[in-house]
């Protein structure tokens, strides 16, 4: 084996080389074009689940406080009930 097939086997095994490296990043490209692809789909879904919870919310949120000021009204009526009812006596 003389310089001349020894330079042609090691620019062949390199060509090779390169061949296999290049098959290897197309592989990773597409599994991360994938997962990109999940990722995306995910963001999509949350974001259309937050507006609905956003909604929800804004629609309760002003039945909140209607429902603490009647709670109020009641625990003052409930109270005046309670006292004309049952008149606490202070002799022991």
């Known amino acids: ?9 090691l ?3 390199g060509t090779l080389c390169w061949v296999v490296c290049f098959w290897w990043m ?3 490209s597409t599994k991360q074009n994938a997962l990109l692809d999940q990722l995306h789909a995910q963001g999509k879904r949350i974001e ?3 507006k609905v919870e956003h909604d929800l ?10 429902i603490k000021e009647g ?5 003052a009526a409930v ?5 004309n009812n049952f008149p606490v006596s202070k002799d022991k």
């Open 26 to 28: 197309y592989r990773i």
């Open 48 to 50: 259309k689940l937050s």
């Open 71 to 75: 709670m109020d009204t009641m625990v």
């Open 79 to 83: 109270k005046e009930n309670a006292e």
């Open 1 to 9: 084996m003389d310089k001349t097939d020894f330079a042609f086997w």
């Open 11 to 13: 620019t062949l095994t």
């Open 57 to 66: 919310i804004k629609e309760v949120h002003p039945q909140v406080g209607e």
